[in-house]
């Protein structure tokens, strides 16, 4: 995934999650950079992702 505040390229195995710092339990992972919290991205959106850009590349070539 990549973080939305600086833009750096990182496994989400390698973001850090559950910080503890955050109030009402910390669910975003935390850039290993910058440490901006980064909303991690539910499977079901991450799957819907896939079948459009799929559907795209169908389409363009
Ligand atoms: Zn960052």
């Known amino acids: 995934m990549r973080c939305?505040?600086?833009?750096?390229?990182f496994e989400e195995s390698d973001g850090v999650t559950g910080c503890g710092a955050c109030p009402g339990g910390c669910h975003g992972i935390h850039c290993p950079k910058c440490g901006?919290?980064?909303?991690?991205?539910?499977?079901?959106?991450?799957?819907?992702?896939?079948?459009?850009?799929?559907?795209?590349?169908?389409?363009?070539?």
Request: glycine share 4%.
């Open 36 to 61: 901006y919290k980064n909303i991690q991205e539910p499977v079901f959106l991450k799957r819907l992702k896939n079948m459009i850009t799929k559907r795209n590349k169908e389409q363009t070539s």
């Open 4 to 9: 939305v505040f600086c833009g750096h390229e």
